[in-house]
């Protein structure tokens, strides 16, 4: 197998820029001896002329033209993966998959979305909604790089950063008696039929529903939904019931639908970034050192 090292390679081509070694050797900075050595090396490697030599100087032989028009494509290519990866270890290019559960309509994850693009703009990010539970089982299976999440899930394999608060509003039907209200609690809500959605875990927000509503043996009427987020509160609209979103999604108005922020204890979902500690992505690492910032900087 021919085996010509790279500097040859560019040797070569230096000289073929300017049919001379000693003026190659100049404009690199190094003994003429030197450039000749490595050429002549590398026409003895490849078995082929690459140069006529004369009296007025060099001249390429046919080969040599072909040779020199394709070891600039492969010097091409290898400056440009060696930059690709310089780039890479550095977190300036890559890819990050990123899983989401609250809204990227508005709030504090667009935000550091936002700050992400505008620090570092070739790194290519992905998302992946899904509930907390999601999140958890894509991190483990490595789907996505890092979750932001809501609730207070605990799993010892993965790092947790706690993040902010987000309020919980109601969605009701604009013809809801309960609009007239500014803000509600959890027992006003007793009595309405919830409306939850099969991709958020329907027994996850069921049972948070139970731990805020049901007194007395009490229990609120559900109907589950497969289906997207935006038909759920299409639903409200229609007059088919209630249901909780986090405060990110009231930055959007739906047709016949009314938010109102619910105030008891119990209505602040805790939001935090989970992520494998064994992920040695550099866009996650960036990634992760702006969300710590993001926290620093938050009000206490």
Known sequence: ML????????????????????????????????????????EETIGVSLFERHSGGLRLTNAGRTFVRDAR???????????????????????????????????????????????????????????????????????????????????????????????????????????????????????????????????????FLIGRIATDGYFPATSLHLTSRENVLGLVGAGYGVTIVPETLTGLAYPGVVFRPITDEGALLPISAAWLAANDNPALRRFIGLLRQIRSERPS
């Open 3 to 42: 085996d010509p090292d790279f500097r040859s390679l560019r040797y070569m081509i230096t000289v073929a820029e300017y049919l001379s070694f000693r003026r190659a050797a100049e404009a690199m900075g190094i003994r003429q001896s030197a450039v000749s050595r490595q050429v002549r090396r590398l």
């Open 73 to 207: 494509c492969v010097l091409m290519l290898l400056d440009q993966a060696i930059d690709r990866a310089d780039r890479n270890g550095k977190a300036e290019t890559g890819l990050l998959t990123l899983g989401f559960f609250p809204s990227l309509v508005s709030g504090r994850l667009r935000d550091a979305l936002r700050q992400f693009r505008r620090r570092s703009p070739d790194i290519l990010v992905e998302t992946m909604e899904g509930s907390p539970v999601d999140q958890l089982e894509w991190l483990r299976a490595r789907r996505i790089d890092a979750g932001v999440l809501a609730g207070g899930y605990e799993a010892r394999d993965l790092e947790r950063l706690s993040l902010w608060e987000e309020r919980i509003f109601i969605a009701l039907p604009q013809d809801h008696q309960l609009t007239a209200a500014h803000t509600l609690r959890w027992q006003d809500l007793r009595r309405e039929r919830w409306l939850v959605r099969t991709f958020e875990s329907g027994a996850v927000v069921y049972n």
